[in-house]
């Protein structure tokens, strides 16, 4: 009888032992599969269509508030606040600008303008505005869903979905226990895992001279639209779009094309259209305008790439961002003088150059937080030796340089320079941004 009990209590020990034993690899386990996340995101607000539509409007002056995309008409700057409208400002007198009024247009980040007609984006929409008439801007026609994609505070967004106008912060915590392991991948600033899409809020960032009359007016080398003689050419996703505007009031889109996923800018020369692209710069015809015909591409290191032209030359600016993918920073000096098959001439280190422009023989480089920078360019493989000035107090974003007026915008504000007198450049004006 003892030697049983004694059995049976050594077998409850070892039993007992067992049990705690395994306690100890689970608490082991658990202590080493179950991790707690926490992450900030930004969530999409949607909008009815039928209230952006609504909502374009002429305001009173308000003061410029971030950095969007400026253009030159008759005496006049337009100027774009990101998302949010387009700014009119007086510059029959470039020593004393004036704002004079607010244009409120839901989603807009692109403008261009043929004669009294102002041509925009809103979202998903192409809005045209009579403008003949600055104290009475009105709305005279739209095209519906013309954009599959659209800018949402600096990012380019699908309208599947509908139209967002706007991102809510938010923060979520969750445990999650996998003792396989759980994998979290990060790809163009959003994490990725079973399911859940989220913007890392930590890499999200919102992109918070009188001329003689002409039909067109100027754009940045930063413009995504632009106007080659009675088309309108517009850049969506990785597609051009041709819209014939002989009817001013009446756009009409002729073609879409797929160009490239990564493109970015556009800018006319003559009867050509030259898109800058993250990867390199694609040349097209305009010999039928309504369908635009591709000559050549120059490729080179992915990079933000905006692109001027001049004669037989393109120079284009490389950049490094978050969204560019890319680590070069440099001014490239192209041969183009042979469309189908553009040479490089030489490369030249920049800071962080964003836009540029050209009155030849000067180039005028936008090198961000470095400033501006002015060029003799006649030495197309010594531009670096011959640094006419630079401006390093500015932060620098993108230019129009026109009878000798230089119209600069960057995150400091609207910036005028007369350089008549490349011995004596003089600042003529500053509006702050806010």
């Not at 309108?232 to 597609?239: H, I, K, Q, T």
């Not at 040349?283 to 635009?292: F, G, K, Q, V």
């Not at 960057?410 to 003089?426: M, P, R, V, W």
Request: proline fraction near 4%.
């Amino acid at each position: 009888m003892t030697a049983t009990i004694r059995t049976n209590r050594l077998l409850a020990l070892l039993i007992l032992s067992a049990l705690l034993g395994l306690s100890v690899l689970l608490e082991s386990c658990t202590d080493r599969c179950t991790e707690t996340y926490s992450y900030t995101y930004f969530e999409p607000v949607y909008t009815p269509l039928a209230v952006v539509r609504a909502g374009v409007k002429q305001e009173a002056p308000r003061q410029l508030q971030g950095v969007g995309k400026i253009y030159f008409k008759d005496g006049y700057l337009f100027v774009n606040q990101p998302g949010e409208g387009i700014h009119v400002i007086d510059n029959r007198n470039p020593g004393s600008p004036s704002i004079k009024s607010f244009i409120t247009i839901p989603g807009n980040y692109d403008l261009a303008i043929r004669n009294s007609t102002l041509y925009a984006d809103s979202y998903i929409d192409l809005v045209a505005l009579d403008i003949s008439n600055l104290d009475n801007v009105n709305e005279v026609a739209r095209l519906e869903n013309i954009f599959s994609t659209y800018n949402s505070l600096g990012y380019g967004v699908s309208a599947e979905h509908g139209v967002v106008t706007d991102w809510v912060e938010k923060k979520i915590t969750f445990d999650e226990s996998n003792c396989e392991g759980l994998t979290w991948q990060t790809w163009g600033g959003a994490i990725w895992g079973r399911g859940v899409v989220m913007f890392d809020a930590s890499s999200f960032s919102a992109a918070k001279a009188i001329a003689p009359s002409n039909s067109t007016g100027i754009g940045g080398s930063m413009a995504r639209f632009t106007i080659n003689n009675n088309y309108l050419y517009m850049l969506d996703g990785g597609n051009i779009h041709a819209a014939d505007i002989s009817i001013n009031a009446a756009p009409e889109k002729k073609s879409s094309q797929y160009v490239m996923w990564d493109i970015e800018t556009i800018f006319p020369y003559a009867d050509k259209l030259f898109i800058g692209a993250r990867s390199g710069m694609h040349i097209y015809d305009l010999s039928t305008p309504e369908n635009p015909e591709k000559l050549s591409t120059y490729s080179h290191i992915n990079s933000c790439d905006p692109v001027v032209v001049s004669g037989n030359y393109a120079y284009v600016t490389l950049r490094s961002g978050t969204q560019c993918d890319g680590f070069t920073n440099q001014l490239e000096v192209l041969d183009i003088s042979n469309l189908t098959s553009p040479s490089l001439i030489k490369t030249y280190p920049m800071h962080n150059p964003h836009g540029l422009g050209v009155d030849d023989p000067l180039l005028f480089i936008c090198d961000g937080d470095a400033g501006l920078k002015i060029y003799n360019a006649t030495d197309k493989k010594n531009i670096d030796k011959n640094l006419i000035k630079h401006y390093k107090n500015i932060h620098a974003y993108d230019a129009i340089p026109f009878n000798d007026v230089l119209m600069l915008i960057g995150e400091n504000g609207i910036f005028q320079y007369d350089y008549s007198d490349l011995n004596d450049i003089k600042l003529l004006s500053r509006i702050q941004v806010k």
